[in-house]
């Protein structure tokens, strides 16, 4: 008899995830004041840009007092204080990478003192007064990216030259300010999340009476026009469906079926990034007959990956769209909270994150229809642009 093994967890694609967030280096090799210096030269020069982190530990001298806050030390299991140019929160309960990976959710590069943390990529010092130290934590130079060598130091440690492809990581002294922050910027680029499409095609249409993705507004059905307008700026483009529709759907179009049922949009959004959570994806609903490539591209030309999503602003109540909106994979656990809370309104989201806001160049593309009426007007506007073309 053959006995199959049990499995307790359904399989779930997990975030390309490292300690604390998808780009993450920790600085080993030289004393912790080193480190503190290189991390503060590249956070100042790049926070313009991207949103950094540090991580750290703090060693109190012999003679010093250790003095816990004085809410903490009276029970309090955390602490927040507004310092009106920052927040700060101390907590008494301990740290694991999954508590680390919500907080630094937000960031595009963090940085780690190797001599107290470890991280998925490595940046190795150089220095010989710190070489037996180094060579300890030889076991954490698992991804090495960066070799620095200290002032007067010219020889790599045989022991870093055992490492595989040793030869083909970059070497810097460590003065080169520029080169490090010039390396960490070129990282941050190449691990831009792909950009994929998503056409929402999942609404029931109660108010109009019938699908809305089936209307054939450019001489073939909308789903599939979304689609084929999404091809030439996405990498791969998806329709969004309730199970119960995807047999329907032509096969020479991909889907993504709502795992999350019965949340609408936002379920549509939390299903494709259950999918595949290290993509960016540019959400459309497939109600919106007068959008065009010219906006999308618009869209796609001004996003902002170190935002949580990039969203045109809605002349008609200045607040942000979430239906024409790039949402980044920082977004995803953003999305998952908000849910954890009770709500499921993607513009609540938008609202309450820190997202990019672009203004529209042609608000009409913004336009959607619900109703009998909405279709006429619609039909009567597309109608009048036809007859201007083709009298051109």
């Known amino acids: 008899m053959i006995i ?102 937000d960031a ?41 060598l200290a002032d007067g130091e010219q020889e790599i440690f045989d022991f870093i030259k055992a490492l595989p492809l040793w030869k083909q990581i970059p070497v810097y002294n460590l003065n080169e300010t520029g080169k490090m922050i010039d390396f960490f910027k070129r990282k941050i680029q ?24 089936l209307i054939a507004w450019h001489e073939k059905e909308q789903q599939y026009f979304l689609v084929d307008l999404l091809k030439s ?8 469906c309730r199970s119960d529709q995807q047999k329907m759907i032509d096969s020479k179009y991909q889907t993504v079926t709502d795992t999350f049922t019965g949340l609408g949009p936002y379920g549509a959004i939390l299903s494709a990034f259950r999918e595949k959570p290290d993509v960016a994806w540019m959400v459309v609903a497939c109600d919106l007959p007068l959008l065009d490539i010219n906006t999308l591209q618009y869209l796609k030309d001004n996003r902002n990956t170190s935002s949580t999503a990039t969203a045109f602003e809605n002349p008609y109540n200045n607040l942000p ?22 709500y499921t309104c993607p513009a609540k989201v938008l609202r309450n994150s820190e997202i990019t806001i672009l203004k529209i160049k042609k608000p009409e593309a913004l336009t959607n229809i619900n109703t009998q009426e909405d279709l006429e007007n619609v039909q009567q ?4 642009k036809n007859s201007i073309h083709h009298a051109t």
């Open 190 to 213: 190449q691990a831009k999340p792909l950009l994929n499409g998503l056409v929402l095609a999942g609404g029931k249409s109660i108010r109009m009476g019938y699908d809305k993705g």
């Open 108 to 148: 595009d590069l963090i940085l780690v003192n190797g001599n107290h943390f470890e991280a998925r990529s490595q940046v190795v010092v150089i220095d010989e007064s710190k070489k037996k130290s180094l060579k300890k934590r030889l076991s954490q130079l698992t991804n090495v990216e960066l070799i620095l």
């Open 381 to 384: 506007l597309l109608q009048k």
């Open 4 to 105: 199959k093994e049990h499995k307790k967890h359904s399989d779930i694609t997990t975030p390309s995830y490292g300690n604390y967030c998808r780009n993450e280096w920790s600085i080993v090799g030289t004393h912790c004041s080193t480190i503190k210096h290189l991390a503060d030269s590249v956070i100042k020069a790049l926070s313009p840009e991207y949103k950094c982190a540090f991580a750290d530990a703090k060693h109190p001298d012999e003679n010093e007092e250790v003095k816990l806050p004085v809410h903490i030390e009276n029970g309090a299991v955390i602490e927040y204080t507004n310092h009106l140019n920052y927040n700060q929160f101390n907590y008494t309960k301990a740290f694991n990478q999954f508590t680390f990976r919500q907080v630094f959710n």
């Open 321 to 342: 769209e979430p239906l024409i909106t790039i949402w980044e994979p920082k977004s995803y656990p953003v999305l998952l909270s908000f849910l954890s809370q009770g």
């Open 233 to 240: 700026l996405c990498n791969e483009v998806y329709i969004s």
